[in-house]
């Protein structure tokens, strides 16, 4: 088994539109309405929205290979890129997500790793994320990659408010 994290560049704009939408109606589509998941696709991975993030000196997109297939992907954000004002001293994990193919291979330990060396090499305290209060098998996954719940904030889907749970982890 041959793992490797790559960050994207602005070359691999098309195929992380085509990951990111993948893997984000994979995983939500059997609980949210079909109305919400095209409301947040169209919002959050159109192309100019992906390419402004992707230009974000404070973000980065690293890609998981697993036998030379991309298998998934990560999206950090530091300073004025995170989500939420959670201080200088932390590095947000925004996005992770395993294609289902590759799901139980311990992909998204790997890239919990590579966010937390990233965190290091930023001179971060600590990691914070934001996941669905519903969505069961992340939380437990992030409890064992020793996150705890710090708070709560609201995430919508199209017009749909959610609530996800934040949750932090100290490295350091």
Known sequence: MAILIKRCSSGDLGTLQKISIETFTDTFK????????????????????????????????????????????????????????????????????????????????????????????????????GVWEQNGNAISFYNNMNFVQTGTHSFYMGDEEQTDLIMTRIIR
Not at 63 to 86: C, H, P, R, W
Not at 96 to 122: C, N
């Open 30 to 129: 059997n609980q949210n309405s079909p109305e919400a998941i095209e409301a947040y696709i169209k919002k959050a991975f159109h192309t100019e929205q992906l390419k402004k993030e992707c230009t974000n000196r404070n973000s980065e997109f690293h890609f998981i290979y697993y036998n030379e297939e991309i298998a998934g992907y990560l999206k950090v954000n530091t300073e004025d890129a995170q989500s939420e004002k959670m201080g200088e001293d932390s590095l947000e994990v925004e996005r992770i997500y395993i294609r289902r193919p590759f799901h139980r291979l311990g992909l998204g330990k790997h890239l919990i790793d590579k966010a937390v060396e990233l965190a290091v090499e930023k001179n971060k305290r600590k990691l914070w994320l």
